[in-house]
């Protein structure tokens, strides 16, 4: 699906659009989708540097909670047209390999596609897109003041969508992630495994600059998504400042002899991680997606975590006084996910410090389905520690933090 240039914009200076959201990917649509939603009367404006379709570096992976929120958008189909992979095998270092039939099925669908659908939703309901680098965000202080955007666009209430390196958080004066708490990653698009068996979603990890793996992820059109990633302080400390993406390049290529990237698609992105989160400020400018650190730090999914803090974002928008916009979306996120980000940090950092842990969950999970279908859930969409075993984890988490 493609979709033509948006026409030229006629908010000039004196113009106050309700909602003015940057970045087009799945957490600006969202924001976008879940605003006109609530109030079809709302003027709300996308800007994107790129024009749509675009390539984006992702694992390209859509979980069935991310279409959950799409279906509340009233955007049934975007995945259409691309069968689901009911199936993932997850292998570790130590061995322990796992393959079973997923709950609820996930779907692999190249962001080139995926995002020009959830783009042209959106125009279809109503909201402007237009081309645009955002360099300046400004304003918003005061009550009833507008936040102006490059000098000239104003708005009520800003979402900045904009990803990892996120122009609208710099500009609230918030830093990047640090070292421990970024991935690097590689993306590129190779042959599909061959046929011989159903088609699964895998995730190889590695001891090499462990928690680090390699995916592959049949799209269905005969080719798969391929990658490697690992957290950019590991890098660092195991190669020093010798060229990452060799070092990247290199490793995909050994992890995944029989699948070599497809020439020039190798590409590659940093993944922020939700286990050092911005706190939301109170005001007009909302943060959604990877500008606000929402990756799942066990499996670098992001895509569920953008549509939803965009959905959510998007209501607070327009629901919420502009001055209280901030508030209201910190809240929601709180209630929507607090407990789970918490939880993924939790095991994020006792599996950091200790390979075992993951090793005997994959090995567990053969022989019970029920913490298979746990682990699919907190890695993949909101699931949460069971109590028993949060205990156990706190206790040994409390034991390391005293070696």
């Not at 996308?46 to 694992?59: E, H, M, Q, S, W």
């Not at 959510?312 to 929507?336: H, I, N, S």
Request: hydrophobic fraction near 45%.
């Amino acid at each position: 699906m493609s979709v033509m240039p948006a026409p030229p914009t006629s908010a000039g200076p004196t113009e106050v659009v309700d909602l003015l959201i940057v970045g087009a990917g799945p957490a600006g649509c969202a924001a976008a989708l879940r605003a006109l939603q609530l109030r079809p009367d709302a003027s709300v404006v996308l800007l994107d540097a790129a024009d749509f379709p675009r390539d984006k570096a992702c694992g390209d992976g859509i979980a069935p909670h991310g279409l959950d929120v799409l279906r509340a958008l009233g955007v049934p189909d975007a995945v259409a047209g691309y069968a689901p992979v009911d199936r993932m095998r997850l292998r570790t270092p130590g061995g322990a390999e796992v393959a079973t039939p997923c709950p609820r099925a996930n779907h692999v669908v190249p962001r080139k596609v995926f995002d020009a659908r959830l783009v042209a939703a959106a125009r279809a309901r109503g909201a402007l897109l237009l081309r645009a680098r955002v360099r300046s965000v400004l304003g918003g202080g005061h009550p009833g003041e507008a936040v102006v955007v490059n000098g000239d666009l104003r708005a009520r209430v800003v979402v900045g969508a904009d990803g990892a390196n996120s122009t609208t958080r710099r500009a609230l004066g918030i830093g990047p992630n640090p070292p421990g708490a970024l991935a690097i990653a590689v993306r590129g698009y190779a042959d599909a495994p061959r046929a011989d068996r159903p088609p699964e979603q895998l995730i190889d990890m590695t001891d090499e600059g462990w928690p680090a793996y390699a995916w592959s992820f049949p799209i269905g059109d005969g080719r798969a998504n391929i990658g490697y990633g690992m957290l950019r302080s590991k890098l660092t400390a195991l190669y020093g400042g010798a060229g990452g993406r060799t070092v990247l390049h290199a490793t995909l290529a050994r992890m995944l002899p029989d699948q070599p990237a497809h020439p020039g698609t190798l590409r590659a992105h940093h993944l922020p991680l939700s286990t050092w989160r911005p706190r939301q400020p109170d005001g007009p400018v909302l943060l959604a997606g990877d500008a606000a650190s929402l990756i799942n730090p066990l499996t670098g999914e992001g895509i569920y975590y953008a549509l939803l803090s965009g959905s959510l974002a998007g209501e607070a928008a327009v629901t919420a006084l502009p001055a209280r916009a901030g508030a209201a979306y910190r809240d929601a996120l709180e209630r929507e996910l607090g407990r789970h980000l918490r939880h993924t940090a939790l095991l994020a950092g006792l599996a950091g410090r200790r390979r075992t842990l993951m090793d005997s969950a994959v090995r567990a999970a053969r022989h019970r389905t029920e913490l298979y279908d746990n682990l699919l859930e907190i890695g993949l969409g909101r699931g949460t520690i069971p109590t028993g075993s949060l205990a156990r984890l706190a206790a040994r988490r409390l034991v390391a933090g005293r070696r």
